[in-house]
């Protein structure tokens, strides 16, 4: 079993910035990939960004290209998304999420290991 903890939420204006991290424990040598999803009130959990935890290869959805970047420091068992330019329909809970796929992928089915949630709020 793996555990995962996101931190680094919080309320900030449209144009900032913030830093989200998730800190894997646990089984981590069993996790191939990471991800970020979002939920926002009223809506379904939606895909934000993914990447290999050991490997070089990214995957964003479309609505934060450019603007949101996950990576990863494997001797801390940390990936991170560092989120600029952050505009108000970005305000959703984010969630950490890791998995055994070979590949970055959009699916939530692909990712066994979630943390609990962490509250992202961009006011105007």
């Known amino acids: 079993q793996a555990q995962l903890v996101e931190s680094g939420g919080g309320l900030v204006q449209a144009g900032g910035s913030l830093r989200l991290s998730c800190a894997a424990s646990?089984?981590?040598?069993?996790?191939?990939?990471m991800a970020w999803f979002r939920q926002a009130p009223g809506k379904e959990r939606e895909f934000v960004a993914a990447?290999?935890?050991?490997?070089?290869?990214?995957y964003y959805a479309d609505s934060v290209k450019g603007r949101f970047t996950i990576s990863r420091d494997n001797a801390k068992n940390t990936a991170y998304l560092q989120m600029n330019s952050l505009k108000p329909e970005d305000t959703a809970v984010y969630y950490c999420?890791?998995?055994?796929?070979?590949?970055?992928?959009?699916?939530?089915?692909?990712?066994?290991?979630w943390g609990q949630g962490t509250q992202v709020t961009v006011r105007t």
């Open positions: 999420a890791a998995g055994r796929a070979i590949a970055p992928t959009r699916r939530a089915q692909d990712y066994a290991y």
């Open positions: 646990g089984r981590t040598s069993s996790l191939y990939t």
């Open positions: 990447a290999s935890w050991r490997g070089a290869g990214t």
